[in-house]
């Protein structure tokens, strides 16, 4: 059988494969090419990230595919119902980055609260020359520990980003109106491990009680956080977006900024990507990083590994 990786896959994924007999091809074809390429060459696997597009005329024209996996959460560039009505199975791999999601949510908190963003610009700039001033403007840092987090949709990363600020010795609260209550066992290196049982509170409940917010929810029709919301939270210390460009209101949260409501934000989703505002580039009160959340080696390792096992387990029973 052969397997087209059009987005690439790990290593790890590879060898699975290929122990199992499997012929994996990482050569990136073009969008307009994949038909053709598919068909030339009998590929049973066709594996995506975000990039390639499945839709329904490419599933028309390659007869030969058995399944279409999607590494990563997401499955907007597929036409998911469409390949399974034709008996084509579609798997993806939701789990395998929250971990990684969640350790960039603390990047940009850590960060924060110690202008680390900012220090990042002025010390190549005006480092050897003006190091006392520069001291004096980033002394006034703070700890996360013993602050409260405000967790808004508490799904897989949701809940791996408590863990962590629970670890760190953060009071976590949350508001996801499908996950009434959740059990959280933060485990240590030793196989110790200690559980926590939270329940959702009310969004404004959220908004008014937390020091720092992070967003982990699907995109939505409508801004989760808008100006009303900002204005309703009265001071938050921290904001950060790992989840989809659009759930924070970004005119909203720049003038929050400005006004003092919010200190600083954190941002790896932009309304407008992949060109986000100059407005909010240029922000001194932003840290930015390019939706790498799930970005990490060990992220992309299991999302091969688990596409791999799906693989296996669907094709050869
Ligand atoms: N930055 C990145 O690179 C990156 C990587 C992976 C996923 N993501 C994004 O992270 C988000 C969360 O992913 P996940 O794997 O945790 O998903 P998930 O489905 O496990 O969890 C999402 C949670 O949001 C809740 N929810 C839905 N609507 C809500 C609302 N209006 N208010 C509050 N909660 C609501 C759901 O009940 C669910 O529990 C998604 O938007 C995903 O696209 C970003």
Redesign the pocket.
């Known amino acids: 059988m052969k397997v087209l990786a059009n987005d690439g896959i790990s290593t790890t994924g590879i060898a699975l494969l290929e122990k199992a007999g499997y012929e994996v091809i990482t050569t990136r074809v073009a969008q307009e090419q994949l038909a053709s390429y598919i068909n030339r060459h009998k590929i049973d696997v066709l594996l995506v990230r975000s990039a390639t597009k499945v839709r329904k005329e490419l599933i028309d024209q390659c007869p030969s595919l058995k399944l279409i996996g999607r590494g990563?959460?997401?499955m907007d560039n597929i036409d998911v119902n469409y390949a399974r009505e034709k008996g084509i199975h579609v798997v993806n791999t939701?789990?395998a980055?929250?971990d990684?999601?969640a350790e960039?949510v603390f990047a940009h908190l850590f960060g924060g609260v110690r202008f680390l963003h900012n220090a990042n610009r002025d010390m190549p700039l005006e480092g050897d020359s003006n190091f006392k001033n520069l001291k004096k403007s980033y002394a006034k840092g703070i700890e996360l520990r013993g602050k409260t987090l405000g967790i808004?949709?508490?799904?897989?990363?949701?809940?791996?980003t408590a863990k962590i600020a629970l670890g760190v010795g953060m009071q976590v609260i949350y508001?996801?109106?499908?996950?009434e209550e959740a059990d959280i066992t933060v485990s240590f290196f030793d196989g110790q491990s200690v559980s926590f049982q939270l329940e959702s509170l009310s969004?404004d409940e959220v908004l008014k009680k937390s020091d720092f917010l992070t967003?982990?929810?699907?995109?939505?029709d409508k801004y989760?956080i808008g100006k009303e919301e900002l204005e309703k939270a009265g001071s938050i210390i921290g904001i950060v977006n790992?989840?989809?460009g659009g759930?924070i209101d970004e005119v909203a949260l720049v003038d929050a900024l400005e006004e003092g409501l919010v200190s600083f934000a954190g941002l790896?989703?932009y309304e407008s990507e992949p060109s986000p505002e100059i407005r909010i580039l240029m922000h001194p009160n932003i840290s930015l990083t390019p939706?790498?959340?799930?970005?990490t080696e060990e992220a992309q390792d299991r999302i091969g590994q688990q596409l791999a096992e799906q693989i296996l387990e669907r094709l050869q029973a």
């Not at 508001?175 to 996950?179: F, L, Q, R």
């Open positions: 990563g959460v997401g939701p789990e980055s929250s990684s999601v960039l808004v949709g508490f799904g897989r990363i949701g809940q791996a508001h996801d109106p499908y996950v969004k967003l982990h929810l699907p995109a939505q989760v790992a989840a989809r759930v790896d989703v939706h790498i959340g799930a970005a």
